[in-house]
């Protein structure tokens, strides 16, 4: 890995395998860079013109642009192009008198080549899992009841990678969620208590607060956005009962897509409506079960089954609808899919409550307490976490300051 110290739009350090060889300006006006890997890469001058990270185009402390969009000209053309003596790419344009100087790392990053880093993301990319493949979340150990920043980062990996992570021996303190959560990023309220505590009450206002089973489910999709992270600590586990399960709603669609895809296009596109109506409140919001981008990326599962309001749909797409939504239930409630394991008082499990779909048996509270303290919190700070701490690692590898 080398790193260039040339500064880059993001400000970030972009370690690269690869080094610029020779770069020269094509008959149509694209800049073209060979890799030392001898990949080719071809930049277009208004892009180029428009990344450029000088002191003029760019802050140098908020990292925004000066420049204003409308003021590039479309048809901009590169007038010279080298390499300079730490091997980055200097380009100066016609009319304009401008020169920028590209940082290796950043431009192989955004080159579209296969082997450089996804450049808006930086996220890794989902694995997919069954409860054979996972049978319980991945596990880290608090020490002394402490979650240091190494271990938050990476029980954060693993809840970007496979969708949750299991703290252990956290302690019962009902302070530690809280102070937990703000670690991440500002506690997401809702309609529900900041900070809720999962009890069995008499008079409640979701299934949630009573000791039945809940079959697999996300939170709140009676909302526009639903909280992306769920995060239960658990304080009290004495009850007969209430086994925790999981289930990776991505994995699921994939299969469902693969093997029934005329049940994934109906859940993908047909809208239902879930709806909290407990209390004196009344949020609902019609969205398809499935959430795909235009990618056709698989990004959001929303099912509160317990929480569903009426279907409407066309006479004829009753039963179809019915038929592929029993058919995504049966799966995410499947042993195939479904992970079930005991919560131990001292653990917290953190879950990406737009992909996971989770549950509990039922529990019996004759038979002892069942405490349960949680919190909502948005998967962007959980994205954005991850790039700082990917980003201070980097910049320490490089020799830059932190
Ligand atoms: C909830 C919930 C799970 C549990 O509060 O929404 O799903 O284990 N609780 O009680
Ligand atoms: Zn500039
Ligand atoms: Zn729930």
């Given at each position: 890995m080398k790193h260039y110290l040339a500064s880059t739009p993001d400000n970030l350090a972009w370690p690269t395998s690869a080094s610029i060889e020779h770069c020269e300006i094509a008959d149509d006006g694209a800049v073209v860079v060979r890799w030392d890997d001898q990949q080719l890469s071809r930049f277009h001058p208004l892009w180029l013109r428009d990344n450029c990270a000088c002191n003029i185009c760019l802050h140098a402390f908020t990292r925004e642009h000066l420049t204003d969009l409308l003021?590039?000209?479309?048809?901009?053309?590169?007038?010279?192009?080298?390499?300079?003596?730490?091997?980055?790419?200097?380009?100066?344009?016609?009319?304009?008198?401008?020169?920028?100087?590209?940082?290796?790392?950043?431009?192989?990053?955004?080159?579209?080549?296969?082997?450089?880093?996804?450049?808006?993301?930086?996220?890794?990319?989902?694995?997919?899992?069954?409860?054979?493949?996972?049978?319980?979340?991945?596990?880290?150990?608090?020490?002394?009841?402490?979650?240091?920043?190494?271990?938050?980062?990476?029980?954060?990996?693993a809840v970007e990678r496979t969708g949750l992570a299991r703290i252990r021996n956290a302690?019962?303190?009902?302070?530690?969620?809280?102070?937990?959560?703000?670690?991440?990023?500002?506690?997401?309220?809702?309609?529900?208590?900041?900070?809720?505590?999962?009890?069995?009450?008499?008079?409640?206002?979701?299934?949630?607060?009573?000791?039945?089973?809940?079959?697999?489910?996300?939170?709140?999709?009676?909302r526009e956005a639903p909280p992306g992270l769920q995060v239960l600590h658990c304080l009290v586990a004495e009850a007969q009962g209430g086994e925790s399960t999981m289930t990776d709603g991505y994995k699921i669609a994939a299969d469902l897509a693969e093997q029934f895809p005329q049940d994934f296009t109906i859940l993908s596109t047909v809208k239902w409506c879930f709806a909290n109506r407990g209390g004196d409140t009344d949020y609902r919001w019609q969205a398809p079960i499935i959430n795909v981008d235009s990618d056709g990326k698989v990004f959001e599962l929303r099912l509160l089954p317990f929480?569903?309001?009426?279907?409407?749909?066309?006479?004829?797409?009753?039963?179809?609808?019915?038929?592929?939504?029993?058919?995504?239930?049966?799966?995410?409630?499947?042993?195939?899919?479904?992970?079930?394991?005991?919560?131990?008082?001292?653990?917290?499990?953190?879950?990406?409550?737009?992909?996971?779909?989770?549950?509990?048996?039922?529990?019996?509270?004759?038979?002892?307490?069942?405490?349960?303290?949680?919190?909502?919190?948005?998967?962007?700070?959980?994205?954005?976490?991850?790039?700082?701490?990917?980003?201070?690692?980097?910049?320490?590898?490089?020799?830059?300051?932190v």
């Open positions: 003021d590039l000209p479309l048809d901009i053309k590169a007038d010279k192009v080298k390499l300079d003596a730490d091997g980055a790419l200097v380009v100066s344009w016609q009319l304009d008198s401008h020169v920028g100087v590209f940082n290796p790392g950043w431009l192989f990053a955004h080159s579209g080549l296969p082997q450089g880093q996804n450049s808006q993301e930086q996220c890794s990319e989902p694995l997919l899992w069954t409860a054979s493949d996972l049978p319980e979340p991945l596990s880290f150990n608090a020490v002394d009841e402490q979650v240091s920043d190494e271990l938050l980062l990476e029980v954060l990996l302690g019962s303190s009902r302070d530690t969620i809280e102070a937990l959560g703000l670690r991440v990023g500002p506690v997401r309220e809702t309609h529900f208590a900041r900070i809720f505590d999962v009890i069995s009450l008499a008079d409640g206002d979701s299934n949630a607060y009573t000791s039945e089973r809940l079959s697999a489910h996300t939170d709140i999709p009676t929480s569903r309001a009426p279907l409407m749909t066309d006479y004829e797409n009753v039963e179809p609808v019915y038929r592929a939504l029993q058919r995504f239930m049966t799966m995410a409630n499947s042993p195939e899919y479904q992970m079930n394991y005991k919560f131990a008082a001292g653990d917290i499990v953190i879950f990406d409550n737009r992909r996971i779909l989770h549950g509990r048996e039922e529990f019996f509270p004759q038979s002892g307490d069942r405490e349960l303290r949680g919190l909502y919190l948005d998967r962007d700070d959980m994205h954005s976490k991850i790039r700082m701490h990917t980003n201070q690692r980097n910049r320490q590898a490089a020799g830059l300051e």
